[in-house]
T-cell receptor, first 112, second 115 residues
Framework: QKEVEQDPGPLSVPEGAIVSLNCTYS??????FMWYRQYSRKGPELLMY????GNKEDGRFTAQVDKSSKYISLFIRDSQPSDSATYLC????????????FGGGTRLMVKP | EAGVTQFPSHSVIEKGQTVTLRCDPI?????LYWYRRVMGKEIKFLLH????????ESGMPNNRFLAERTGGTYSTLKVQPAELEDSGVYFC?????????????FGEGSRLTVL
């Protein structure tokens, strides 16, 4: 079983839709949770960073962490074609520096 | 300010040959990481340098892989001899000292194809 599970998609939505991306994980010791966005042939770039449970909002993006369910989500409001990319969840242990455990990524396509 | 740069962007070699990948981190970033993604799998951690010292190399798959960071600036990752299963994209990332917020700045990756 993978430590972090993520539906690979592709997820296709119309422009303006609300997008929900999710990951589940098995290691309850993970404390830090991140969402990275990766455009084709580029490296991942950090979108959101959350410590422990709770919500965090940044513009059109909202990250949610439910540690009791071992479930994290990323919501994108008013999705744009420029949001089309692969979204990777990542997480790490408390004293693991930046040794991240990634999900496999969900490919999102936002159609005009 | 230049980002993390990696060279080559793509390398095609035959099984048994040697390949050396290079990473130039963002200037002033003490932390340097190597990750890789093999086909159909998730991105996995290989190792972490703090300046020129290996902080954590628990993700290195075997002794065919050798990473160096002489002088604490750029880093190289050598695969010798390369095997078919080494094919994938090798990402380098860097971060500032003391910043353990998950904010890694990734390069565009070096794609390795072993035939």
């Amino acid at each position: 079983q993978k430590e972090v599970e993520q539906d690979p998609g592709p997820l296709s939505v119309p422009e303006g839709a609300i997008v929900s991306l999710n990951c589940t994980y098995s290691n309850s010791a993970f404390q830090y949770f991140m969402w990275y966005r990766q455009y084709s042939r580029k490296g991942p770039e950090l979108l959101m960073y959350t410590y422990s449970s709770g919500n965090k909002e940044d513009g059109r993006f909202t990250a949610q962490v439910d540690k009791s369910s071992k479930y994290i989500s990323l919501f994108i409001r008013d999705s744009q074609p420029s949001d089309s990319a692969t979204y990777l969840c990542a997480m790490r242990l408390n004293n693991a520096g930046n040794m991240l455990t990634f999900g496999g990524g969900t490919r999102l396509m936002v159609k005009p | 300010e230049a980002g993390v740069t990696q060279f080559p962007s793509h390398s095609v070699i035959e099984k048994g040959q040697t390949v050396t990948l290079r990473c130039d981190p963002i200037s002033g970033h003490d932390n340097l990481y190597w990750y890789r993604r093999v086909m159909g799998k998730e991105i996995k951690f290989l190792l972490h340098f703090v300046k020129e010292s290996k902080q954590d190399e628990s993700g290195m798959p075997n002794n065919r892989f050798l990473a160096e960071r002489t002088g604490g600036t750029y880093s190289t990752l050598k695969v010798q001899p390369a095997e078919l299963e080494d094919s994938g994209v090798y990402f380098c990332a860097s971060s500032q000292a003391g910043r353990n917020t998950g904010e890694l700045f990734f390069g565009e990756g070096s794609r390795l194809t072993v035939l």
